[in-house]
């Protein structure tokens, strides 16, 4: 038996459970942690600029690839509190990352010792598990456990806080033979998927709605032999979106109140029964539960057995791994198929795909400023299907979900319930380190982009390039949109005349200097015409540079975007598309 330092254990656990990317800071309370780092040189390390954004970093590295764990590293006090939005996120989407604290040592806890916060205790609503740590002996288990903890069940984050003296002390271990703990993975029967075809066999109009816990389970190429086996049209939820190709014949669009399809809204409208996979009947997918629910019937499948009812009662529940269900459904529904059991579903698939073809908004605008519709349309027109993109809250990521294609699972990165500005800089930079050989493509109103931007110097330092589209009214729009309901445009301008910067005509900020003194390249656009061009020479300045480079692109400061308190009354703000060439891009009228 080998005798180290507890901290040479935990690093040595984290390399055979393999997790070896870590974003972090350190500091005095875990520069022991950052030393066996150094020592055994498994780990790879990238250095933030700020804790909270290491823990995006570590979420975005994570939702990349399938089983990846990104690791977020920081020292006591306020390093573990600056993680805390980043687990909250994590937690909402089921995300498993792993935030290792320093801490004061064990005798100093109680004594208000400089930066000693009770982390664990602070950390355990937004974590799957929480902990500090009190005796050098068990970091082993609690590592070991960490890790089950994050990957079992729903999965989420763990904190694990380390006091300065565990750390230190020395302990027997023997890495040699340590082996990650089984991870238990609950799976459909036979019997219920059985009954599960049975429903759908006997609907007239079933759709399948696709969560984020497909997206999880690696699930994707299954489902999309359940849905052509059974030729059921498929709905994304915004966290599932990718899980079927946009371009596919079965998929039937987005649902919801904002981050959704016109034809997709009316699609379930139009359904009988709903098959949910791996998804959390979430309120801006569902609206009103009254308008959602009228005149159909629900079948729900979910890792988490108390998620199963906790929006409102299915008619038919399944605890399940989403990949395990759709094994056995695929099992099953390839028997029923040879045997000619199966519904036939081409009438109901062409009419879905036929409101693809009428049902579309319109993105071809010319005006200047620029409409933001006019910006997704020439982002479908750069990037191809292999793009991946990264975006998290606001109206850009809202009308984005509208207009951009998505054509893979884990190429829309998206952060979904929390929500937190600030997310997509730090995030991408994960998902670039995550998969180097990608192009990666953010997007983000002007407000999101501010609130971290100093991360834009770590991809400088590290050669992490990427490409971000910055869509600038300077406001924050989706707050003004609100506002409407208050007769009110009330705390929300940014705008204001830049003594340094008299082009930008009083839309504040001048990213473009900011994103340059950081370490990157930007581009600035006022023309419609001009968003293309820019888009390629920002593409050919990644590859050159190696570095994110900047689009931003100069808005109307004012667009009410589509959307509406029930998925039967979306407020369309702007004319919708009466000609192909109003939506040049959108797939169905290219088909």
């Given at each position: 038996m080998a005798r180290m330092r507890a901290v040479d254990a935990a690093v040595l656990i984290l390399e055979k459970e393999g997790s070896t990317q870590a974003f972090g800071l350190p500091g005095a309370a875990i520069n022991p942690f950052y030393s066996a780092m150094r020592d055994h040189g498994g780990i790879k390390h990238v250095l933030a600029r700020h804790v909270e954004a290491a823990s995006h970093m570590a979420?975005?590295?994570?939702?990349?690839?399938?089983?990846?764990i990104g690791i977020c590293i920081g020292t006591s006090g306020p390093a573990g509190t600056d993680m805390i939005t980043g687990l909250y996120s994590a937690a909402a989407d089921s995300i498993p990352i792993l935030c290792i604290t320093g801490q004061a040592p064990?005798?100093?806890?109680?004594?208000?010792?400089?930066?000693?916060?009770?982390?664990?205790a602070i950390a355990k609503p937004v974590a799957k598990w929480a902990v500090t740590?009190?005796?050098?002996?068990?970091?082993?288990?609690?590592?070991?456990?960490?890790?089950?903890v994050m990957r079992e069940g729903r999965p989420g984050p763990v904190l694990v806080d380390l006091p300065l003296d565990v750390q230190l002390a020395q302990i027997e271990f023997d890495i040699e033979t340590y082996e990650p703990l089984p991870v238990a993975r609950p799976a459909a029967t036979r019997a219920q998927a059985e009954k599960v075809l049975s429903m759908l066999n006997a609907s007239a109009q079933p759709l399948i709605v696709a969560g984020g816990g497909i997206i999880n389970a690696d699930a994707a190429e299954l489902l999309v032999e359940f849905a052509e086996l059974t030729g059921i049209p498929v709905v994304p939820t915004l966290m599932g979106w990718g899980?079927?190709?946009?371009?596919?014949?079965?998929?039937?669009?987005?649902?919801?109140?904002?981050?959704?399809?016109?034809?997709g809204n009316a699609t379930i409208l139009a359904s009988d029964l709903v098959l949910g996979i791996g998804n959390r009947w979430a309120n801006r997918h569902t609206g009103g539960?009254?308008?959602?629910?009228?005149?159909?019937?629900?079948?729900h499948v979910d890792i988490e057995p108390t998620q199963i009812g906790r929006v409102f009662a299915p008619d038919y529940g399944v605890v399940s791994d989403a990949g395990a269900a759709l094994e056995v459904f695929v099992e099953v529904a390839r028997e029923w198929a040879a045997e000619g059991r199966l519904a036939d579903r081409t009438a109901w698939a062409a009419e879905c795909r036929e409101?693809?073809?009428?049902?579309?908004?319109?993105?071809?605008?010319d005006n200047t400023p620029i409409k933001p519709q006019r910006v997704y349309e020439e982002m479908n027109r750069a990037f191809g299907p292999d793009v991946r993109y990264v975006s998290t809250i606001g109206l850009s990521q809202i009308q984005a979900a509208q207009m951009l294609h998505v054509y893979r699972p884990r190429h829309?990165?998206?952060a979904g319930q929390a929500g937190p500005l600030g997310w997509t800089v730090p995030a991408t930079l994960g998902v670039a380190v995550a998969d180097p050989e990608s192009t990666v493509v953010a997007l983000s109103g002007d407000y999101d982009f501010q609130f971290l931007i100093e991360e834009l110097a770590v991809g400088a330092q590290f050669n992490i390039p990427y490409i971000h589209v910055v869509v600038n009214n300077s406001y924050l729009g989706l707050i003004r949109q609100a506002q409407r309901n208050f007769d009110m445009d009330f705390c929300v301008q940014l705008s204001f005349e830049n003594i340094n910067s008299?082009?930008?005509?009083?839309?504040?900020?001048?990213?473009?200097?900011?994103?340059?003194?950081?370490?990157?390249?930007?581009l600035r656009v006022f023309e419609p015409d001009g968003i293309l061009p820019a888009l390629e020479q920002a593409k050919k300045l990644m590859v050159e540079h190696q570095v994110p480079i900047v689009v931003e692109i100069i808005l109307e400061r004012i667009t009410n975007v589509s959307m509406g308190l029930e998925i039967d009354n979306i407020v369309e703000f702007e004319d919708v598309a009466g000609t192909p060439e109003d939506a040049p891009t959108a797939l169905a009228l290219l088909d």
């Open positions: 979420e975005g590295y994570t939702r990349a690839r399938a089983g990846n064990v005798a100093k806890l109680h004594k208000e010792d400089f930066q000693a916060v009770d982390i664990s740590v009190m005796e050098a002996a068990q970091v082993p288990g609690t590592f070991q456990k960490a890790f089950q899980a079927i190709a946009d371009d596919h014949p079965l998929s039937a669009g987005m649902v919801g109140l904002q981050t959704s399809h016109r034809y539960l009254d308008v959602y629910r009228s005149g159909r019937k629900f079948i409101r693809r073809t009428t049902l579309q908004r319109k993105t071809h605008f829309w990165i998206n008299p082009e930008l005509n009083g839309y504040g900020v001048d990213h473009v200097k900011v994103a340059e003194g950081l370490g990157c390249k930007a």
